[in-house]
């Protein structure tokens, strides 16, 4: 087996007074799909900007790809989608091109962008999320869900080894949530993109992640999703860290 292509040992954080990370261990292998599950303001969105180096580490270890995340130089191996990105107001003057290929600049720090190869990422990136058909359209004018496929065309441009994703189902309707969970699955297993979801959500992700982790400021639970829908709620609950009731759909 590879070595992993994170990996978080004894992680503390704190701001302030306030602890918001405790003993925190976990590793992502190559290939997985790790879903972060936990309630709001349990540490998610810290802990992954650790991992970004976005967050500067106070006390613990971690690293990507074999480095130290204080050291490690992204080249367009780990790419991130935040939270809210899809929340373009209609009118807002940018077409789905510009703002893919801002991602393809970006990335790769140069200072003379090579334009033909840029389009070729730009559209191959679209094609990946079926948004080839948007591409001269205005970002503002797309509905949330639209708007949210191309960001991750954005994140995919050069194609990284990890796209971490902070939320992204927020804007995105019902309706087209499971379809969304579908386009990660096939960017996960037919392109190999190893992905971290982060999501409330607990109850829609199971079915598509190969990892859980629950996060109330330490991990509750770190393993198999098939084993965590197993126990009853009271049992999930204690490891979520927070009130599980089970849905039942009746679809
Ligand atoms: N820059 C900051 N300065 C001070 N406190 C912060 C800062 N960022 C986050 N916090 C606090 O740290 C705790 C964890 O926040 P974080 O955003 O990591 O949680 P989260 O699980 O991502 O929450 P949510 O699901 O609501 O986005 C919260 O209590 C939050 O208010």
Redesign the pocket.
């Known amino acids: 087996m590879s070595d992993p292509i994170v990996t978080v040992q004894n992680v503390y954080h704190r ?2 007074q ?1 602890t ?2 405790e003993n925190i261990n976990f590793n992502i292998e190559e290939g997985a799909f790790v879903g972060l599950v ?10 992954i ?1 650790l991992m970004l180096g976005i ?1 500067k580490l106070q006390r613990g270890n971690i690293t990507a790809f074999g480095q130290p995340i204080q050291k490690f130089k992204n080249k367009g191996r780990i790419s991130y989608v935040s ?1 809210k990105a899809n929340s373009f107001s209609r009118g807002f003057p940018a077409t789905v091109k510009e703002v893919v290929s801002m991602g393809v600049i970006h990335n790769q720090r140069r200072f003379l962008p090579d334009q033909k190869k840029d389009q070729g990422l730009v559209k191959s990136a679209l094609q990946k999320v079926n948004m080839e058909e948007y591409i001269n359209r205005n970002i503002g004018d797309l509905s949330g869900g639209q708007q949210q496929r191309v960001f991750i065309a954005r994140a995919i441009a050069n194609n990284p080894k990890l796209l971490i994703l ?2 992204p189902t927020v804007g995105v309707d019902s309706q087209n949530v499971e379809q969304f969970y579908d386009l990660l699955s096939k960017l996960n297993q037919e392109l190999g993109i190893t992905l971290v979801l ?1 999501s ?1 959500d607990i109850g829609a992700i199971t079915t598509y992640v190969t990892d859980l982790l629950c ?1 109330n400021r330490s991990i509750h639970y770190h393993g198999n999703p098939n084993e965590f829908e197993s126990l009853t709620d009271e049992q999930r609950s204690i490891l979520y860290g927070h009130q599980i009731n089970t849905i039942t759909h009746n679809h």
């Open positions: 701001y302030d306030q918001v990370l936990g309630p709001n303001g349990s540490g998610k969105t810290t802990l900007k967050e939270q902070d939320e982060v409330h996060l």
